[in-house]
């Protein structure tokens, strides 16, 4: 089984993952805020935690090599922050104003996410991309994303009627989401070799960390009763609008980076960065957004199975890339 999952880019993360919202749903007494094991204490400072690690992990080395392309860079931050959200509004406006607003609004946080930065370098690497522009954008993606999902998120919660208090949620995802970059950052020549040496238990805390908030986000939402009216159909449908999602970006990244006359190597890096969304950054800064919010599970939903379905797709064209050859 895990040969299989691993075939198709996935790993042991994934059924962590859902095992994390099986427990919550079957014992959310355990996993809720202020529950048995009060772990809400610890996803309060996790997102933290999470973003340190990216910091001291964030090699400047490899940013480098690709920031020459500008042309690549620009194609995908646009994709990213500007393409993408506009696909979300459309598919609202289409029929996305049906749906529960709680899960309206998770699609919506889905497309205004960054690009996801280790499955969209790994699958540019074998499909025999520009692994230094991948490296560079999908980098850059989550500190523009800083800025940018909030403003989104705002401008979208305005036409519901609803203002996210954007002064105070920025000023707190720069405090647990940027500054913990910088640090990490500046401590990393200090600390590389220590890093190194344990990487692994150093991705183990960063993906125990996700987990947790995603655990305690659906307890969450089970003890509040939010999950009673949304059974499978509900993830069913989850399921379809990611797919229609992400071959929608594939398709206009494909028209576009064919327009632009891009290489080969470029067109795979702006297919694969342009057109998938980060889990790492989606989950803890949904926390930081919507903590409050009793439907956060709901909410982070949509990225959650965007995730896996994103890993499965590309990995399997990543692969045909790399055995044709074959234009993109």
């Not at 490899?62 to 506009?86: C, D, E, S, Y």
């Not at 910088?182 to 344990?198: C, K, M, N, S, T």
């Not at 290489?263 to 926390?287: H, N, W, Y």
């Not at 939903?301 to 994103?310: E, K, N, R, V, W």
Request: proline share 5%; net charge positive; with cysteine.
């Amino acid at each position: 089984m895990f040969a299989t999952l691993k075939r198709y880019g996935l790993d042991g993360f994934i059924l962590a993952l859902l095992a994390a919202v099986a427990l919550a749903s079957l014992w959310p007494d355990l996993l809720r805020s202020g529950g048995l094991i009060h772990i809400d204490v610890f996803t309060t400072y996790g997102v933290a935690i999470v973003f340190l690690l990216y910091g001291l992990t964030l090699s400047p080395a490899k940013m480098r090599q690709g920031i020459l392309n500008w042309r690549l860079h620009v194609v995908v931050q646009l994709a990213t922050f500007l393409l993408f959200p506009l696909v979300g509004i459309a598919f609202h406006w289409l029929g996305g104003a049906h749906l529960d607003p709680a899960l309206a609004l998770g699609v919506f946080y889905l497309c205004a996410l960054p690009s996801t930065v280790s499955s969209s370098v790994a699958m540019t690497s074998i499909a025999h991309g520009n692994v230094p522009g991948a490296i560079f954008n999908a980098s850059l993606s989550s500190l523009i994303g800083v800025f940018i999902t909030p403003l989104w998120v705002n401008a979208f919660l305005h036409t519901q009627g609803v203002n996210l208090p954007l002064g105070p949620v920025i000023l707190k995802i720069v405090l647990l989401v940027l500054l913990p970059i910088v640090i990490g950052q500046i401590l990393r020549p200090f600390v590389l070799r220590w890093i190194e040496a344990h990487l692994t238990a150093a991705r183990l805390l960063d993906r125990a960390t996700i987990l947790a908030i995603v655990a305690n986000s659906f307890a969450d939402s089970v003890a509040e009763g939010v999950w009673a009216a949304h059974g499978l159909s509900t993830l069913l449908l989850i399921a379809v609008i990611s797919v229609l999602l992400f071959w929608v970006m594939f398709a206009l990244m494909s028209g576009l980076a064919r327009v632009l006359g891009f290489s080969r190597e470029d067109r795979i890096t702006a297919l694969f960065c342009g057109s998938k969304k980060s889990l790492a950054s989606g989950v803890p800064m949904a926390r930081i957004m919507f903590g409050t919010n009793p439907a956060l599970g709901l909410i982070i939903a949509p990225i959650m199975i965007f995730h896996l379905l994103q890993l499965v797709m590309v990995s399997v064209i990543a692969r045909r890339f790399a055995k044709s050859h074959a234009t993109p």
